[in-house]
């Protein structure tokens, strides 16, 4: 069978070059450029990465024009409604659901090894008090590795398994900590009778002899987002992960860079800013004013949590969510005006031509903000919970890439607009 390829030709002198044409499993193929530096002297130029795929993957797939998300080939609408999250962590590591035996073997790892070493308790001690959470979960993973340093240098399948596990279920615990540490709150240690997310909202919202009762609709919710942002493909986090595993660094400092990319308002932050918003307009009789805004051109103002970068015609992950922002406010009979505010934003975004033309829907970041603050988890810790449904998604990215025959290192070139052949002044 012939290869497909494709023919650049170079105008300035006429030589032409043949490029290798990759097909995946579905989505838009790919031009192979691995040599393209050898064979014309030149670099491609593709600022933001736009237009590049960076590995080959198995994991997840997107198409954002059918408004399509898929862990492992299954649909995240199955897998939000019908499973847990951690059956879809199990999923992602494993390349298969579990049977309902291994999910119980994983809970149980889950709770075994949810508890983090004494010892890490003067780290947090250390901090000052209103450190930002997503610093103090970036530093407390990475301080993982000087507890747990077995883990530094591993490359069997049982050594993976192994800190897959340690990472997923001290997260929640470090997260938890991180949050009460930095408000002068005391620590609530994890409960092993309690599932993984039930344990996270039990650690964050307990005090001493005051052990909150949880609803199974609460529960259910974070569970949902967590198991709604377990992947996303090759992301500017996922990306930082992959970068730093390229260089056969240990996984804590990969997941870590992965919790300082994901810090930024432009990828886990967006969220908080949606609440942030939704303060800020207040009431409802001023919806109408801040509509005006967003739809003007002369003005920077943008309405949080609408519009997204890959999904044009709707983003299946806010789909899942909207049934359950519904559900909760009923069942928790919410009735503030911020979500008065924020339904009547919605109502008019779905039925304005503006945003219908555009394509601007709601996103996930908008219905989890909702939810989130329905949870009563403070805003400062949004990222936070976007870090807890992500590790697995992270890991499994740092496997992939570990288990591949060759790993290059991730060495970007540029296109140097410098001064050069300066001469010293003496
Ligand atoms: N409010 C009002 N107008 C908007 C908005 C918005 N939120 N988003 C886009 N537009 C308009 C924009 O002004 C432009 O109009 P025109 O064609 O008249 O110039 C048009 O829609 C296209 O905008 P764009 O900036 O080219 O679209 P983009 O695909 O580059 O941007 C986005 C995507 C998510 C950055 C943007 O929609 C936005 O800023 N949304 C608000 C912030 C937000 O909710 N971010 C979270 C995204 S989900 C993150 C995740 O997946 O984790």
């Known amino acids: 069978m012939s290869k497909k390829t494709m023919t650049l030709t170079d105008n300035r002198n006429g030589n032409t070059y043949e490029l ?33 795929a960076s590995c080959r993957s198995e994991i997840t797939y997107i198409d954002g024009d059918k408004g399509q998300l898929m862990y492992r080939g299954y649909d995240i609408s199955y897998l939000a409604n019908e499973k847990t999250f951690l059956d879809t962590a199990y999923l992602l590591l494993n390349k298969e659901l579990p049977t309902a035996e291994e999910l119980e073997n994983f809970s149980e790892e889950m709770k075994k090894r949810s508890f983090i070493h004494e010892g890490m308790k003067k780290l947090f001690d250390s901090f000052p008090d209103r450190a930002h959470p997503m610093a103090i979960l970036s530093a407390g993973v990475s301080a993982l590795s000087t507890f747990y340093f077995d883990h530094l240098d591993i490359d069997t399948p049982q050594e993976y398994t192994e800190m897959a596990n340690r990472i997923i279920a001290k997260i929640p615990t470090l997260a938890a900590f991180s949050y009460r540490y930095s408000n002068g709150l005391p620590i609530i240690y994890p409960d092993i009778k309690k599932g993984f997310t039930e344990n996270f909202l039990y650690m964050m919202r307990s005090y001493p002899h005051n052990y909150v009762d949880l609803r199974p609709i609460e529960i259910k919710a974070l569970d949902t987002i967590f198991t709604l942002h377990a992947d996303h493909e090759q992301n500017a986090s996922t990306t930082s992960v992959r970068n730093v595993g390229s260089t056969h660094a240990h996984p804590y400092a990969a997941i870590s860079a992965g919790i300082s990319a994901l810090w930024g308002r432009a990828h886990g932050g967006a969220n908080e800013s949606v609440i942030r918003q939704l303060e800020m307009i207040g009431t409802v009789d001023r919806v109408d004013e801040f509509i005006a805004r967003a739809k003007d051109k002369d003005d920077s103002f943008r309405l949080m949590g609408f519009g997204h970068r890959v999904y044009k015609s709707f983003d299946p992950r806010a789909k899942a969510l909207k049934a359950i922002r519904n559900d909760l406010v009923e069942e928790l009979g919410i009735n503030s005006e911020l979500i008065e505010v924020a339904n009547k934003i919605e109502q008019i975004a779905l039925n304005d031509d503006y945003f219908i033309s555009r394509n601007l829907y709601p996103n996930i970041d908008f219905y989890s903000g909702l939810i989130l603050q329905s949870l009563i988890i403070p805003k400062v810790m949004f990222a936070v919970i976007f870090v807890i449904g992500r590790t697995p998604g992270w890991i499994a990215q740092w496997i992939e890439l570990q288990e591949q025959d060759v790993i290059k290192i991730a060495r970007p070139r540029q296109l140097y607009v410098g001064t050069q052949d300066r001469t010293p002044e003496y």
Request: charged content about 20%.
């Open 20 to 52: 290798p044409i990759l097909d995946g499993t579905v989505g838009p193929s790919v031009v192979d450029i691995s040599t393209f530096y050898k064979e014309t002297g030149m670099f491609t130029f593709d600022r933001g990465y736009t237009s590049t």
